[in-house]
């Protein structure tokens, strides 16, 4: 086994595998979500009325 050869393999197995499992989780967390996409303005402007200044510019009037 490997505990009589190594007594601290058991720990040092827990610590990688925590590290694996951070890792993982940072690198989903990095993911950017989906852009969402509006078919039409009048759609876009039912969500919230600031969201044409994003897409049309600074100068955009609803």
């Known amino acids: 086994m490997m505990n009589a050869t190594n007594p601290?393999?058991?720990y040092t197995l827990a610590i990688a595998t925590q590290y694996e499992d951070t890792k993982?989780?940072?690198i989903e967390a990095e993911k950017?979500?989906?852009r969402?996409?509006?078919r039409s303005?009048?759609?876009m402007l039912e969500e919230c009325v600031f969201l044409g200044?994003?897409?049309f510019g600074n100068n955009f009037i609803a």
Do not use: E, G, V
Request: no cysteine.
């Open 8 to 10: 601290f393999a058991n």
């Open 24 to 26: 993982a989780a940072m």
């Open 32 to 34: 950017k979500p989906p």
């Open 36 to 38: 969402k996409i509006y």
């Open 41 to 43: 303005l009048d759609s």
């Open 53 to 55: 200044a994003t897409r």
